[in-house]
Nanobody
């Protein structure tokens, strides 16, 4: 499966942004999906994940209550709605697809998109 993340940009603190991840090349519903992010000088970290059916979601504590992950089977697309953004959310955001269980580690995912930059200004 090929993944393409887009929708990043510049947003003011407190603002909202929606990231998208378009999947192609395979059956979208085969994969659990996740969002990760990497800030300058830091390791990549888990943000959110969603099950194949969309019925289960997991969030990092740092984004719980502010971000919402979702997926649209008809459009082969996953989303990350980012609300109440803070400068600490500034990072390159990556989408990922996994063939195994719904996990929160890099190693739980087999395919990665190229990343999209999100910058939150104070």
């Amino acid at each position: 499966v090929q993944l393409q993340a887009f929708g990043g940009g510049l947003v003011q603190a407190g603002g909202s942004l929606r990231l998208s991840c378009a999947a192609s090349g395979d059956t979208f519903s085969r994969y659990v999906m996740g969002w990760f992010r990497q800030a300058p000088g830091k390791e990549r970290e888990f943000v959110a994940a969603i099950s194949r059916s969309g019925g289960r979601t997991y969030y990092a504590d740092s984004v719980k209550g502010r971000f919402t992950i979702s997926r649209d089977k008809a459009k082969n697309t996953m989303y990350l709605q980012m609300n109440s953004s803070t400068p600490e959310d500034t990072a390159v955001y990556y989408c990922a697809a996994g063939t195994g269980f719904l996990g929160v580690e890099d190693a739980d995912y087999d395919y990665w998109g190229q990343g999209t930059q999100v910058t939150v200004s104070s």
